[in-house]
């Protein structure tokens, strides 16, 4: 019950596009949902992140959908740039848990030039 | 305002020894949280220190233990090493305040990539 499924897992964009991630998560507890931003060699980096009380949260170019029934949420990238390939991971956390996260399996994006 | 130090950077370590990795958090954050990423996957939750206790455990054997100071700095031990264990090992730190109330962002660290031989 603690799982969070991502997909898919790589994406290539050309560089304008959009790119679009999917997770769904299973505990109805969790109630907080960041999106983070991997280089390699690097630790994650937050992105941006949703709570179940809106459907949508744009910060940029980035922007995240959450559908509570389906237990559901995406992040999407517009305009993708080519500095945008990275490995990006949803999690998922509850309130009290002092943010310990469950991560999803990570989307390898590539924004080809 | 230094982040998340986590050291060091890179480690070897032969099967069966035993290790220890470091992590200093983002200034003014009381919880320390540990997390094993393997190649290719999510990092996993190893367990979080607060008030230099072990609050929370994620499904990881007694081999990992911590440790956390009164300057909330942080101690990752592993014994016995075993191959799987080759990952990279990831520190996040976070403030809880006041306590089950609402908590901050986590902040990673860069992680120590361990490698066992």
């Known amino acids: 019950q603690q799982q969070v499924k991502q997909s898919p897992q790589s994406l290539i964009v050309q560089k304008g596009g959009i790119s679009i991630i999917n997770c769904a998560y299973e505990?109805?507890?969790?109630?907080?949902f960041p999106w983070y931003q991997q280089f390699p060699g690097k630790g994650p980096a937050l992105l941006i992140a949703?709570?179940?009380?809106?459907s949508e949260k744009k910060e940029g170019r980035f922007t995240i959908s959450f559908n509570k029934s389906a237990k559901q949420f995406s992040l999407h990238i517009m305009d993708s740039q080519p500095g945008d390939s990275a490995t990006y991971f949803c999690a998922a956390s509850r309130t009290g848990s002092a943010r310990q996260l469950t991560f999803g399996s990570g989307t390898q994006l590539t924004v080809l030039p | 305002d230094a982040g998340v130090t986590q050291s060091p950077t890179h480690l070897i370590k032969t099967r069966g020894q035993q290790v220890t990795l470091r992590c200093s958090p983002k200034?003014?954050?009381?919880?320390v949280s540990w997390y094993q990423q393997a190649l290719g996957q999510g990092p996993q939750f190893i367990f979080q220190y607060y008030e230099e206790e072990e609050r929370q455990r994620g499904n990881f054997p007694d081999r990992f233990s911590g440790h956390q100071f009164p300057n909330y700095s942080s101690e990752l031990n592993v014994n016995a090493l075993l191959l799987g264990d080759s990952a990279l090992y990831l520190c996040?730190?976070?403030?809880?305040?006041?306590?089950?109330?609402?908590?901050?962002?986590?902040?990673f660290g860069q992680g120590t990539r361990l490698t066992v031989v």
């Open positions: 949703i709570r179940p009380d809106v």
């Open positions: 505990n109805t507890a969790f109630d907080y």
């Open positions: 200034s003014g954050h009381d919880t």
């Open positions: 996040a730190s976070s403030l809880v305040f006041p306590r089950g109330k609402w908590d901050t962002e986590a902040f």
